[in-house]
């Protein structure tokens, strides 16, 4: 059974940085697209970024351009979320999501989630 764990979430000031972890086991990552989402409380959950199978990244979210950049390890089962100049709109529950080999925005194409990690940016 394949699994995602993220990590790496926490409080953090304006302006900081964070990087999330998404563990996957269970399977090879050869094969799968992560995708990182967030959600705030009474909102929809938002597709942030995926890399592909490949390597590709995608971007899905206006607001994180140039401040957050996602990479995966595949030795090491492991997609990163590096989040930079974080502001405190960046405040939510942040997912990793896996689906087959191609990215998209769509929250039901994954078929795999992690458990979440929380990300406060407060001062």
């Known amino acids: 059974q394949l699994q995602l764990v993220e990590s790496g979430g926490g409080l953090v000031q304006p302006g900081g940085s964070l990087r999330l972890s998404c563990a996957v086991s269970g399977s090879t990552l050869d094969y799968s697209a992560i995708g990182w989402f967030r959600q705030i409380p009474g909102k929809e959950r938002e597709a942030i970024t995926c890399?592909?199978?490949?390597?590709?990244?995608?971007n899905y979210a206006d607001s994180v351009k140039g401040r957050f950049a996602i990479s995966r390890d595949n030795a090491k089962g492991t997609v990163y979320l590096q989040m930079s100049s974080l502001k405190p709109e960046d405040t939510a529950v942040y997912y990793c999501a896996r689906r087959t080999v191609y990215c998209s925005g769509s929250v039901r194409l994954y078929d795999y989630w992690g458990q979440g990690t929380q990300v406060t940016v407060s001062s």
């Open positions: 890399i592909t199978s490949s390597g590709v990244r995608i």
